[in-house]
């Protein structure tokens, strides 16, 4: 009999804020547009179309009135995601967390002018996931700086493609964000900031990276496979029964190894090495071949209970 999905550990909320009124956002966007027409007129680079970037404004009230935004939010991919595709793996555990409360993440100024955006680690160190296009690039540099005096913020809005992977169709994951604090607009555009934006940070554990051990911020270790079929974890890999790697969806070193890991992350030395194996036999074992999405909250009530295994979320979605 197959065994019920681990649930994504989100926190009763409302699922939108109070939205902010359409006078408001329509103003924001208009002061947004001017100031990137005068961006772009001052720039050496190809200038932005007026016509584009009205349409973009009128693009980003609607998104912003769609999902409830209390400011203007203009959405837009990231470019260069295909060589961070484990930083973007990691993101996909807020899939399902309600828009606005989706992590906010880093800007940096790189090479030659580029904003690069990261995930925040626990620690604050950061993990690059890709850059904003080029063509925000002139525009949204002078905004840069302290959010609360108008700085730009970039927050996560979701990660592209986990219904195509869903299908067993091969992917590259990508990454679309929406781009807010937009206040500094109305200011001249040559106020120079730029700095790394890096609060509040994106709690995850990064296989691979730092030591095994608990993280406080976490809400779920996330298995997958990669495209060679090997299988990952987004918290680091404990070695102690399978140099060669985790392993799920049966008894054996690999799970063991897999368990004693996603316990450390989620709860900690004491819990992992007193409930390892019975994690293992009761849930790791179980678990389908493609991976799954293991909650903090799910640990929590499987190591309160044991009256039956948690369930698990296929790889395809996140928590």
Same mark, same amino acid.
């Given at each position: 009999?197959?065994? @019920? *999905? +681990?649930? &994504?550990?989100?926190? #009763? =909320?409302? /699922?939108?804020?109070?939205? !902010?009124?359409?006078?408001?956002?329509?103003?924001?966007?208009?002061?947004?547009?001017?100031?990137?027409?005068?961006?772009?007129?001052?720039?050496?680079? @190809? *200038? +932005?179309? &007026?016509?584009?970037? #009205? =349409?973009? /404004?009128?693009?980003?009230? !609607?998104?912003?009135?769609?999902?409830?935004?209390?400011?203007?939010?203009?959405?837009?991919?990231?470019?260069?995601?295909?060589?961070?595709?484990?930083?973007?793996?990691?993101?996909?555990?807020?899939?399902?967390?309600?828009?606005?409360?989706?992590?906010?993440?880093?800007?940096?100024?790189?090479?030659?002018?580029?904003?690069?955006?990261?995930?925040?680690?626990?620690?604050?160190?950061?993990?690059?996931?890709?850059?904003?296009?080029?063509?925000?690039?002139?525009?949204?540099?002078?905004?840069?700086?302290?959010?609360?005096?108008?700085?730009?913020?970039?927050?996560?809005?979701?990660?592209?493609?986990?219904?195509?992977?869903?299908?067993?169709?091969?992917?590259?994951?990508?990454?679309?964000?929406?781009?807010?604090?937009?206040?500094?607009?109305?200011?001249?555009?040559?106020?120079?900031?730029?700095?790394?934006?890096?609060?509040?940070?994106?709690?995850?554990?990064?296989?691979?990276?730092?030591?095994?051990?608990?993280?406080?911020?976490?809400?779920?270790?996330?298995?997958?496979?990669?495209?060679?079929?090997?299988?990952?974890?987004?918290?680091?890999?404990?070695?102690?029964?399978?140099?060669?790697g985790p392993e799920w969806?049966?008894?054996?070193?690999?799970?063991?190894?897999?368990?004693?890991?996603?316990?450390?992350?989620?709860?900690?030395?004491?819990?992992?090495?007193?409930?390892?194996?019975?994690?293992?036999a009761e849930v790791v074992?179980?678990?389908?071949?493609?991976?799954?999405?293991?909650?903090?909250?799910?640990?929590?009530?499987?190591?309160?209970?044991?009256?039956?295994?948690?369930?698990?979320?296929?790889?395809?979605?996140?928590?």
């Amino acid at each position: 009999m197959p065994s @019920p *999905a +681990l649930r &994504p550990a989100i926190p #009763a =909320r409302r /699922a939108s804020q109070d939205p !902010a009124p359409v006078d408001t956002l329509t103003d924001q966007a208009a002061r947004w547009a001017d100031h990137v027409l005068a961006v772009s007129d001052a720039s050496d680079g @190809p *200038a +932005l179309p &007026p016509g584009y970037v #009205a =349409r973009k /404004a009128l693009s980003a009230v !609607a998104f912003s009135l769609r999902h409830g935004l209390r400011d203007l939010a203009v959405p837009t991919k990231l470019v260069g995601v295909k060589a961070h595709q484990h930083a973007v793996e990691t993101l996909t555990l807020y899939d399902e967390l309600p828009v606005h409360r989706r992590p906010r993440l880093a800007v940096t100024v790189g090479p030659r002018g580029a904003l690069q955006v990261s995930a925040v680690r626990p620690d604050g160190s950061l993990q690059t996931v890709g850059r904003l296009q080029p063509k925000h690039v002139a525009w949204a540099t002078p905004l840069l700086g302290d959010e609360s005096h108008g700085g730009l913020a970039v927050h996560l809005h979701a990660v592209t493609g986990l219904d195509r992977r869903a299908r067993g169709l091969p992917v590259t994951l990508g990454v679309n964000v929406r781009l807010s604090g937009l206040g500094g607009a109305s200011d001249p555009p040559s106020r120079p900031a730029l700095r790394a934006v890096a609060e509040p940070a994106v709690p995850y554990c990064a296989s691979g990276g730092g030591q095994p051990g608990p993280d406080p911020q976490a809400l779920a270790v996330r298995l997958w496979r990669d495209a060679g079929g090997v299988a990952r974890m987004t918290c680091p890999h404990a070695v102690r029964h399978s140099p060669s790697g985790p392993e799920w969806g049966y008894g054996g070193s690999g799970p063991a190894d897999c368990a004693r890991s996603v316990l450390l992350a989620l709860a900690g030395e004491a819990v992992a090495e007193a409930h390892y194996q019975a994690f293992k036999a009761e849930v790791v074992a179980r678990l389908p071949e493609e991976g799954a999405v293991i909650a903090r909250t799910d640990v929590a009530a499987w190591l309160a209970g044991r009256t039956g295994a948690p369930v698990h979320r296929p790889a395809g979605r996140a928590a």
